[in-house]
């Protein structure tokens, strides 16, 4: 069996790339630095399925993305959560949190509508992260699937 992304994920995010393991993507909500790693391996729901050497590789890509999105971002906080209860399929929330967000400093989920991302806010977010992402990244944009 392949790895196909959950439909969910690929309607609410912009497909930013890869790492060895990990998709990247990019929450479709402009109020918040809000990245998303996927690992890209059929029917995962829990690290734990992933075997040691999986695991290993997705700690270090989303510490490698942590890195990135602080130094890019420059937030208060970053939150880090794998829910799943929503969207089954293993995946990791990364947030960057400025006290004084649209939540601050509740958790993010349902706190105000979504606001969609224009082509400037876009291009601005993408350009602030591209210049910290590790060398193994593998650039691949793609919109919010419709």
Known sequence: ?????????ARDCHRLGRFELGL??????AQYPWFILVPQRPQLREIYQLDETGQALLLRES???????M???RGDKLNIAALGNMVPQLHL???VR???D???PAPVWGRHPPRPYDEAGLGQRLAALRAFLPPGFHED????AT
């Open 141 to 144: 944009y793609a919109p919010p």
């Open 24 to 29: 990247l993507l990019l929450m479709n909500d």
């Open 1 to 9: 069996m392949s790895f196909a992304l959950h439909p969910q994920l």
């Open 102 to 104: 649209a939540a601050w």
């Open 93 to 95: 929330h990364h947030i």
């Open 98 to 100: 400025y006290e004084g």
């Open 63 to 69: 510490t490698a993305l942590s890195r990135a999105l």
């Open 71 to 73: 130094a890019a971002f």
